[in-house]
C-alpha cells in the first residue's frame, strides 16, 4: 500500500505561482510513474504531467511552459511548480502514483488540493 499526501494547494491571483508536494509513504524509486492529474467541477479528472523512476517527464499540452514536474527521491517527494496561472487552472489537482510489482500494476492516488485562481 502506497499512501500520498499532497500539500501546497490554495489561493493565487492570476499570473501567480503555487508549488504543490506530495509526499509518498514509500521510496519514489519504486514508483515507475508519479503524475499530477486535476479535476475541475463538472470535468473529468486530466492528466496534467508525470515523472519516471528514471527522471523522465511528459506534460499535457495546458501545461508545458508553464508548469514543471520535479522530485526529490531523499525526501519521498513529487513537486509540481505551476508558474503563470490562469482561472483556468482551478482544480483539485491528485497526485497518483503506478508501481510494477511482478506482471501487476498497482494504482494510488492522493485526497487531493485545491487550487483556485482568480481574475
Known amino acids: 500500500q502506497v499512501q500520498l499526501v499532497e500539500s501546497g494547494g490554495g489561493l493565487v491571483q492570476a499570473g501567480g505561482s503555487l508549488r504543490l508536494s506530495c509526499e509518498t509513504s514509500?521510496?519514489?524509486?519504486?514508483?515507475?510513474?508519479m503524475g499530477w492529474y486535476r479535476q475541475a467541477p463538472g470535468n473529468q479528472r486530466e492528466l496534467v504531467g508525470s515523472?519516471?523512476?528514471?527522471?523522465?517527464?511528459n506534460y499535457a499540452d495546458s501545461a508545458k511552459v508553464r508548469f514543471t514536474i520535479s522530485r526529490d527521491n531523499a525526501k519521498n517527494t513529487v513537486y509540481l511548480q505551476m508558474n503563470s496561472l490562469k482561472p483556468e487552472d482551478t482544480a483539485v489537482y491528485y497526485c497518483?502514483?503506478?508501481?510494477?510489482?511482478?506482471?501487476?500494476?498497482?494504482?494510488?492516488w492522493g485526497q487531493g488540493t485545491q487550487v483556485t485562481v482568480t481574475s
Open positions: 497518483n502514483a503506478r508501481l510494477k510489482l511482478g506482471s501487476k500494476w498497482y494504482t494510488y
Open positions: 514509500v521510496s519514489t524509486f519504486s514508483i515507475n510513474f
Open positions: 515523472i519516471t523512476s528514471g527522471g523522465i517527464t
